[in-house]
């Protein structure tokens, strides 16, 4: 018979797992799937990971770009550099690398970008419609791009995305910002949309989230940004009337 004790992961974890507890939750999150598929086979009564909790981390994950490190990377990389197109692949798609590495010529249909996202693909595809920004189309055109994709690597292929993890890494380490990554790319973009005025329904349209929950993430902190600077001066005392 199953355990069907509810273990305290932040109490009674083995050490060695919560000193990665990122990957301790990864783990966990695997043989939810497992199970999960072993109940719709009913190769199983129930599934007996799905109450366990994650390990609380207190990440907030991936570091988001400031419009500073932006330019700081552009700085270092001008357009006409495959760096330079990748950042504006992340910036001005709002999407992943495994998407954007596979971006070409033939996604590009009256001014739009017409793909499914890769992530998801197979279990439930999910098609985006954007528009090519005037931006990134003079970035493009200006840019060595491929023949299926606009990305290419030293040997003239398209990236994988684990590839084009690790040269955008070099790329950020290039211009010192060690600490960037692809994926701060896109919270940048998220970001910079809710600071605008994008609504959580535009953001779930922009990057194909399919819940409120990440999108709200991005206008809750716009918005507190916003009331803020709004109500900060009544902090302050006013002066006495004579």
Same mark, same amino acid.
């Given at each position: 018979?199953?355990?069907?004790?509810?273990?305290?992961?932040?109490?009674?974890?083995?050490?060695?797992?919560?000193?990665?507890?990122?990957?301790?939750?990864?783990?966990?999150?695997?043989?939810?799937?497992?199970?999960?598929?072993?109940?719709?086979?009913?190769?199983?009564?129930?599934?007996?990971?799905?109450?366990?909790?994650?390990?609380?981390?207190?990440?907030?994950?991936?570091?988001?770009?400031?419009?500073?490190?932006?330019?700081?990377?552009?700085?270092?990389?001008?357009?006409?550099?495959?760096?330079?197109? %990748?950042?504006?692949?992340?910036?001005?798609?709002?999407?992943? $690398?495994?998407?954007?590495?596979? =971006? @070409?010529?033939?996604?590009? !249909?009256?001014?739009?970008?017409?793909?499914?996202?890769?992530?998801?693909?197979?279990?439930?595809?999910?098609?985006?419609?954007?528009?090519?920004?005037?931006?990134?189309?003079?970035?493009?055109?200006?840019?060595?791009?491929?023949?299926?994709?606009?990305?290419?690597?030293?040997?003239?292929?398209?990236?994988?995305?684990?590839?084009?993890?690790?040269?955008?890494?070099?790329?950020?380490?290039?211009?010192?910002?060690?600490?960037?990554?692809?994926?701060?790319?896109?919270?940048?973009? %998220?970001?910079?949309?809710?600071?605008?005025?994008?609504?959580? $329904?535009?953001?779930?349209?922009? =990057? @194909?989230?399919?819940?409120? !929950?990440?999108?709200?993430?991005?206008?809750?902190?716009?918005?507190?940004?916003?009331?803020?600077?709004?109500?900060?001066?009544?902090?302050?005392?006013?002066?006495?009337?004579?």
């Amino acid at each position: 018979m199953l355990n069907q004790t509810r273990p305290d992961l932040n109490s009674d974890y083995p050490d060695k797992l919560l000193a990665f507890p990122e990957a301790a939750n990864g783990r966990v999150k695997a043989i939810r799937q497992v199970f999960k598929f072993g109940v719709r086979k009913k190769h199983a009564p129930f599934n007996p990971a799905r109450d366990v909790p994650y390990i609380k981390t207190g990440s907030i994950g991936f570091h988001t770009w400031s419009v500073e490190e932006v330019r700081q990377f552009e700085e270092r990389h001008p357009v006409g550099t495959k760096a330079r197109l %990748a950042l504006a692949l992340l910036m001005f798609t709002g999407q992943r $690398r495994s998407d954007i590495v596979r =971006f @070409g010529k033939q996604h590009a !249909k009256s001014g739009r970008l017409a793909f499914t996202q890769h992530k998801g693909r197979k279990r439930k595809p999910k098609q985006l419609t954007l528009p090519i920004l005037p931006a990134l189309r003079s970035i493009i055109d200006a840019s060595p791009c491929g023949e299926l994709t606009y990305l290419i690597n030293d040997l003239g292929r398209p990236f994988t995305a684990a590839g084009f993890g690790n040269k955008f890494r070099d790329w950020c380490d290039q211009a010192g910002l060690a600490h960037c990554s692809a994926h701060g790319v896109r919270k940048a973009g %998220a970001t910079i949309a809710a600071e605008n005025g994008a609504t959580s $329904r535009q953001l779930m349209a922009v =990057f @194909g989230w399919d819940t409120l !929950k990440e999108a709200e993430r991005y206008t809750r902190a716009a918005d507190q940004k916003r009331m803020a600077a709004d109500a900060m001066h009544l902090i302050e005392a006013r002066d006495a009337k004579a």
